[in-house]
């Protein structure tokens, strides 16, 4: 039992060719910038947009099929949605906004109302089934957007970008509970996003959208670690480097020269964690680093206790720093600098 | 957004302001007209004269009749127009919202061949039905319905248009039909707008004159409404049509005073009629 889709669209410019499956109780997030097809594509399966061709199957029901002329309305598919805008119903009170799922489906009033009163408390809201929407933060209308959602206990939960409504500083705390909540629903779950700590935080495994079509799947780590393309290298947060390999040495299409360890000669791919960039002021000061590339620092953000510095040159880096060996160099944008990285520690395959 | 809270630094544009009192002075004129020659002291017994009494009652009951029916009605066609796209939608609105700009009488004269007992319906409402709408109390009720729904359907159909349609994909993905989803999510959204338009369509409805002469005649106690007795008295008892007028604009005034705050309000909540007709 399990969700299998393939979603074939063409929404103006834009072909959305997406192909996905999603074990019960585990949960998929669907990673790509604004404009590569996310929200479309949880359209279609939330039944919202009918898909010009493939197929959709949840639990072995096929419930959009263009060419055996199947097509279940969202109304009759095991789906709760989680709109990125939460999307509650303004003129009712919280209490039957969770409760309307029930109601739709001809719960008996009394028995709706006790079970999204159950939801309430359970997500924590329960001093606001009274209020209006209106009167919820919003992390707490986001809370009453899933209990809403899973109320009516779905197969199959979409989230929509479920934390890009949120303020920076609410994020995190919200992230926390949602992934809290998330854990007790052992239906199929997914979640678009834009965001890769949305992602880390709360999936088990990654689908990257780019352009309309599902460039790579896998758990975050097997992404990061072997990014496919440049577009995931950025979203995931590593440098990839492209190039072709002649006796042991990449050479990029701008003409630089990455040593490496061992690999075949060849059409390649290196991926360079930022972690693993030392910064140096003089070339000479890394005496093991094999790798060596100037370059002028562009960009410095610190992210908690490392600092992320984007270097330009020959080769463009973004290199990962401890804020201790950050404050020893002094760094600052405009800087000359020397990146340098052991062949040992770069990460090669085919392209 | 509001003009209230526009600073009043005393340098507003004097031609302006000539112009505009002017205008002021034009719609405020008739009226005090009206109240400098009313025979104040005979007012109740000329409001309390019987004719009078029957034609404001016929006035109310068809007036609401009417309006139940545009709202019955209206809010359907508005949903049709707002939401659903078919060919030759444009002309269907054109259609329907040709009344409002008709001379009533012109309404009055169409209706009576279309449903007048040698019209093009009426016939066959009369020989199977043995029904007669022209002179005759419903068939005022047709009449003002006529002109008045446009007012409820134009009302409603900005509403909609206006509305998030992504609240009614949300009631779907939660397992309600459309009708549900219509009767729970889209009809409270748009509610305050079917309220305003259904007490600009009850006071087209009562202000009805044209339409109502033409189709439904001039009876005493089954046609004669409000308007009819105004402009009757005129003939034979001026100082009457006078008193009568002014119960027609109190009753106007009142309506458009109650409904300040919805269109030009206090908050972006306000919903804005696309033209202000009353």
């Known amino acids: ?85 939460y999307l509650l119903f303004e003129y009712m009170s919280v209490l039957e906004n969770v409760a309307f799922g029930l109601r739709a489906r001809r719960t008996p009033r009394a028995e709706a109302r006790r079970r999204a009163a159950e939801w309430l408390e359970r997500v924590g809201l329960g001093e606001y089934r009274d209020q209006r929407p209106r009167a919820l933060s919003g992390g707490q209308a986001q809370r009453a957007a899933l209990a809403r959602a899973m109320a009516t206990d779905p197969r199959l939960l979409l989230l929509d970008e479920p934390l890009a409504a949120l303020d920076a500083a609410t994020r995190a705390g919200v992230r926390r509970d949602l992934r809290r909540h998330l854990e007790t629903f052992d239906g ?131 290199a990962e720093i401890t804020v201790e060996a950050f404050d020893a160099l002094q760094l600052r944008p405009g800087d000359e600098i020397h990146a340098s990285v052991k062949a040992t520690d770069i990460e090669v395959y085919p392209a | 957004m509001t003009d209230r809270r526009r600073p009043r630094d005393g340098r507003l544009p004097l031609p302006v302001l000539v112009l505009a009192g002017i205008a002021i002075v034009f719609f405020a004129l008739p009226l005090i ?115 008045a729904m446009p007012f409820l359907v134009i009302t409603v159909e900005a509403a909609l248009r206006q509305m998030n349609t992504r609240v009614e994909d949300a009631s779907r993905t939660l397992g309600a039909s459309r009708w549900y989803t219509f009767r729970r999510v889209t009809l409270p959204a748009v509610g305050p707008s079917v309220a305003a ?20 005649g001039n009876f005493p106690g089954t046609t004669q409404t409000m308007p009819l007795a105004v402009y009757l008295a005129r003939e034979t008892n001026p100082e009457q049509s006078i008193i009568l007028a002014l119960v027609l604009i109190a009753i106007s005034f009142a309506v458009l005073v109650g409904l300040r705050d919805r269109w030009f309000g206090r908050s972006g909540e306000a919903v804005r009629p696309p033209m202000v007709q009353a």
């Open chain 1, 1 to 85: 039992m399990s969700l299998s889709a393939a979603v074939g669209l063409q929404l103006g410019s834009l072909q959305l060719q997406a192909d996905l499956e999603v074990a019960p109780g585990e949960l998929l997030a669907v990673l790509g910038p604004n404009g590569a097809g996310k929200s479309s594509l949880l359209r279609c399966l939330a039944g919202l947009q009918p898909i010009a061709e493939g197929c959709i199957a949840i639990d072995g029901v096929v419930v959009d099929e263009p060419l055996s002329r199947t097509f279940v309305g969202p109304q009759h598919r095991p789906i709760g949605v989680v709109f990125q805008d």
């Open chain 1, 188 to 318: 199929m779950r997914i979640m678009v996003t834009h965001d890769p700590v949305d992602a880390y935080a709360l999936a088990d495994r990654v689908a990257i959208l780019d352009g309309g079509s599902i460039v790579q799947t896998g758990t975050l780590a097997d992404v990061t670690a072997h990014p496919r393309s440049r577009y995931v290298a950025d979203l995931v947060g590593v440098n990839l480097v492209a190039g072709t390999i002649e006796h042991g040495v990449l050479i990029t299409a701008t003409g630089a020269h990455v040593i490496i360890a061992d690999a075949a000669d060849g059409a390649s791919l290196a991926v360079i964690r930022p972690h693993s960039i030392m910064l140096v002021r003089q070339p000479n000061d890394g005496a093991s680093a094999r790798n060596v590339w100037a370059g002028t620092i562009t960009d410095i953000d610190r992210l908690g206790h490392r600092v992320r510095v984007v270097v330009v040159g020959a080769l463009p880096l973004i």
């Open chain 2, 33 to 147: 007209g009206l109240l400098w020659r009313a025979p104040w002291s005979r007012a109740w017994e000329y409001l309390t004269d019987d004719a009078a009494l029957t034609a404001l009652r016929l006035s109310l009951v068809c007036s609401l009749w009417a309006t139940a029916l545009s709202v019955v009605f209206g809010v359907p066609l508005a949903w049709l127009l707002a939401r659903v796209q078919f060919r030759g939608r444009g002309a269907v609105r054109a259609l329907c919202l040709l009344s409002m700009v008709l001379p009533p009488v012109v309404g009055g004269l169409a209706l009576f061949f279309a449903l007048g007992r040698r019209g093009l319906v009426g016939q066959w409402l009369d020989r199977w039905f043995n029904i007669q709408l022209p002179f005759t109390t419903a068939g005022v009720v047709v009449a003002q319905t006529f002109v």
């Open chain 2, 197 to 216: 338009g259904a007490v600009l369509a009850w006071a087209r409805a009562l202000g009805e004159f044209g339409a109502t002469i033409t189709f439904a």
